[in-house]
């Protein structure tokens, strides 16, 4: 198992990010917060504090959340991208993030958080 973490949830769909929560309070992690929308999350993140995100790539009334990756990248916390069946590639910026399918599992997101804090 990987250090605890504080993992950000941006996630539109609140039944998901309960179950997200779960899972990471269930791997020890702590959740540093849920966000929605791209300003929802670039607020979370203004407050710092944040070593993971898992970002889904379409919010609320489908907005994209490249903006929130961009900001991800320029400032090096590592994020998983989450997706249920998104089938555009990522802008080519964020093409080598590591993916996360849903439906998601406990062993999924603790592999998948196991395997982005082994490459920071």
Known sequence: ????????????????????????????????????????????????????????????????????ADRLADHGIPYLISTGGHVDPPPARHAGAPQLSKPFTLDGIERALNEITSSV
């Open 1 to 68: 198992m990987t250090a605890p973490l504080s993992v950000l949830i941006v996630e539109d769909e609140p039944l998901i990010a309960m179950m997200l929560e779960d899972f990471l309070d269930s791997l020890g992690h702590k959740v540093a917060g849920t966000a929605d929308t791209v300003s929802e999350a670039t607020a979370r993140l203004d407050q710092g504090g944040v070593d993971l995100v898992i970002l889904d790539v379409r919010l609320r009334g489908g907005e994209p959340s490249w903006p929130v």
